[in-house]
């Protein structure tokens, strides 16, 4: 047993970052998975796109107003985040971590809302009109600025927790000169990925500009070198407190909200909790990571 639960830690990116209800029950169950395709010889990249089909076969059965229909479509949401908790549990423990693994699993997840968003403005729009879909534009805009800040500062995190080999913290200059490298001829689907990825990481940056600042003058200081273990552990120290809530703005709080309004009958709930008590967090994570990083700037002048 005891060597078993080394063996999922392992597969975790860090215990700094995983949420209560991955830890008890996602992350052991994708190891799980993790092991059994593993077995079989199935990449990292296949488990993705599998969860990407179990995700959009979800989303459609959420457009039926039947809750038993509804209730399969909840059980291939969970059965395609199992999937998702796999593919890269797989890739951390057997060493297949790949650029277009990267690509693929940012995909899933969008795949999966932009079907669960369509088959609810499909389901409402006899009853709502044009404003379920004015509803469901605004609830779609504002998670992709939830998930995204959350992302980015889960991987700053985990860059000055385990430094860049444990961290997908990208910049947005790097992205752009790796984009002008590249041909459209040759390289279509890596430079239509940075196409898209540049900008990604440049909203990203937009809205945290006194982080900005503090990486500029870390990066202008230690460069490539280690930077000393104090100066990271004081900012893993006031960072930490806000994993809590980049968990809250992934997935396990909003499926559970959505589920919710599903049982209800009420759908439309899920797109009111995604403008109001979603976009509440995001803007007090925002204000107190910021405030950490004109801290740390302070602390890295001295």
């Known amino acids: 047993m005891e060597q078993k639960n080394l063996d999922i830690q392992a597969s975790l990116k860090s215990a700094d970052t995983e949420e209560w209800i991955d830890l008890v029950f996602y992350r052991p169950l994708g190891y799980r998975w993790a092991l059994f395709f593993n077995k079989l010889g199935v990449t990292p990249n296949a488990i993705t796109i599998a969860s990407i089909f179990l995700g959009v076969a979800a989303g459609i059965l959420f457009y039926f107003d039947n809750l038993w229909v509804n209730v399969i479509g909840m059980l291939l949401l969970v059965w395609a985040n199992q999937y998702d908790s796999a593919d890269g549990q797989l890739a951390r423990l057997t060493g297949q971590k790949s650029e277009l693994g990267r690509i693929l ?26 404003w379920i879909v004015l509803l469901a534009a605004a609830a779609g805009f504002c998670h992709s600025k939830q998930a995204a800040m959350a992302d980015y500062y889960r991987n700053i995190h985990l860059f000055f927790l385990k430094g860049k080999q444990g961290s997908e913290h990208d910049r947005s200059d790097q992205q752009e000169e790796l984009y002008r490298q590249l041909s459209w001829k040759h390289d279509f689907i890596r430079k239509l990925f940075l196409w898209v990825y540049k900008d990604y990481c440049r909203k990203q940056e937009q809205l945290s500009p006194k982080f900005q600042r503090f990486f500029d003058r870390f990066l202008e200081i230690y460069g490539g070198a280690e930077a000393p273990q104090e100066l990271r552990d004081k900012f893993r120290a006031g960072s930490l407190p806000l994993m809590k809530y ?12 959505l589920f919710i309004s599903l049982f209800l009958r009420m759908p439309w709930l899920y797109f009111v909790f995604e403008l109001t008590v979603l976009n509440i967090l995001l803007v007090y994570m925002i204000y107190k990571h910021e405030q950490h990083s004109e801290q740390m700037l302070k602390e890295i002048e001295k």
């Open 105 to 130: 699993d940012g995909m899933s997840g969008d795949c999966w809302f932009i079907a669960i968003y369509f088959a609810i403005v499909c389901r409402l729009y006899p009853t709502w009109g044009f």
């Open 246 to 257: 980049t968990n809250i703005l992934s997935f396990n709080t909003r499926v559970i909200v």
